[in-house]
């Protein structure tokens, strides 16, 4: 990706920087190289395959989800993504828009939504999915088809780990208070009015 340094480069300097301090190197440039294959993943396949048919990764995601899964809720489609609820509205928002997913209510509770692909969607997901996977092949292709199983093998268990103990783990660093809600990364401005 243009403007990072080189990964072996990275781990040097962080390397060099940390020196002798009491750090696992091995699980932190595991964790490290996980943000930094999926960034680059991303920006590739948004910059490649996804580019043609003006979708986002977090956009094809949601497809791909209400695809495989048929028509689901919007907090389990957004669960199932890995986004917020929030995010969700305006993802689904700009699909429907393009004629890619309808929002329907849900029959026993008009306050909640279901989404589900229109045939516009179905048919873009048909053709655009191997298209994905060609992609995933070519990011993959300085591993063997087993080491591209034990690799998945090994993410699958760290998401199994953070699925089974990260609630209790979050707990413990907390003292048992509940996490600070997050900020949307905006600051109010000075003389704005606190509301």
Wanted: proline share 5%.
């Amino acid at each position: 990706m243009p403007g990072q340094r080189p990964i072996a480069e990275t781990e040097r300097m962080i390397r060099a920087k940390l020196g002798e301090a009491p750090v696992h190197h091995d699980q932190m440039a595991m964790v490290g190289n996980i943000h930094r294959a999926a960034a680059a993943v991303r920006q590739h396949v948004e910059n490649s395959v996804l580019r043609g048919s003006d979708l986002t990764w977090t956009g094809f995601v949601v497809l791909w989800v209400v695809w495989i899964w048929g028509r689901m809720e919007t907090r389990l489609v957004a669960a199932e993504a890995g986004i917020s609820k929030g995010t969700l509205t305006g993802v689904a928002r700009t699909l429907a828009s393009r004629g890619l997913v309808r929002r329907s209510e849900h029959p026993s509770d008009g306050r909640r939504v279901l989404l589900s692909l229109t045939d516009e969607g179905e048919e873009l997901m048909q053709s655009l999915f191997p298209q994905f996977n060609e992609e995933e092949v070519f990011v993959a292709a300085q591993l063997s088809d087993e080491e591209s199983r034990r690799t998945a093998d090994a993410l699958r268990r760290v998401v199994v780990q953070i699925e089974a103990h990260g609630e209790e783990r979050r707990r413990q660093l907390l003292d048992g208070e509940p996490p600070v809600p997050r900020r949307s990364g905006r600051r109010r401005a000075k003389d704005a009015p606190r509301t």
